[in-house]
């Protein structure tokens, strides 16, 4: 597809910055013909639309990371589990952040009648998260939700390869809207800093759980779908260890939005 081929996996790894405006462009597109083709769940079918768009892509970056994994491991034995992965991981987060920035300004900068019709979905999800969140198991509620999309993120990956962008593209334009309407509350454009820090700190840590669970899910299908290679236990057992890794994040991210949200 036109929009995939803007950026080739190899130098996606080498610029993640490129990827940021692969994000970008993406989103922005997706989102338009969306409301164009489908405006009934304009939110919905853009992460349809962004999956469509840059599946080729993933699914080579998923083949490149297990094949990098590989590489790294035959050369230097037992490295950083994260450092084995980090270029992966700096290429999803580049992609998400270029989605997110943009559906924040879209959401930020488009008329309010616009901006209900093109995040009505997002707005929705917003509205039943910030209700469970107020339940008295606070922590639990959030923590269980936040894993259950974790692992959407990891089976999503391993059984359809580049399934799990639809729950990153997801993410992102809710994260997004969430921001951009935060932003438009106390401001508008100038107070788009301070929306920005109210939802990093556990934010930021969520997300990059669910980039991991991604990777994790990836590595897995590339490994078992190859099975030649020798290092296949290995590379089963670092997708094991990002998924804790993942949780992990997800427990620190909970306590953070508790805390936040106790003090709100």
Known sequence: MVL?????VREAVKNPLSVFFL?????????????????????????FMVTLSVAPF???????????????LKSRGEANILARHRD?????????????????????????????????????????????????DTFQTIVVNNIGVLVLAFVFSF???TGAIFILAWNA????????????SIGGFKALPLAVLVYFPHGSLEM??????????GIASAA???????????VLKDSFRLLVVAIALLLVAGFIETVSIGYG
């Open 4 to 8: 995939e081929k803007l950026v080739s």
């Open 23 to 47: 994000g970008a462009v993406v989103s922005l597109t997706s989102l338009f013909v969306s409301y164009f083709v489908f405006p009934q769940s304009v939110g919905i079918f853009t992460s």
């Open 58 to 72: 993933m699914y080579n970056l998923s083949k490149f990371a297990e094949a990098r994994g590989e590489e790294v």
């Open 88 to 136: 992966i991981i700096a290429v999803f987060v580049s992609f998400f952040t270029g989605m997110a920035v943009t559906f924040t300004f879209c959401y930020l900068f488009l008329p309010d009648h616009l901006g209900e019709k093109f995040f009505k979905d997002q707005l929705t999800t917003i509205q039943q998260i910030r209700g469970r969140a107020a339940s008295p």
């Open 159 to 161: 059984l359809y390869g």
């Open 173 to 184: 334009s809710v994260l997004g809207t969430v921001i951009g309407m935060t932003a438009k």
């Open 208 to 217: 990059l759980a669910y980039f991991i669970g991604a990777i994790a899910g």
């Open 224 to 234: 078992v779908t190859r099975r030649k290679t020798e290092l296949l236990p290995v």
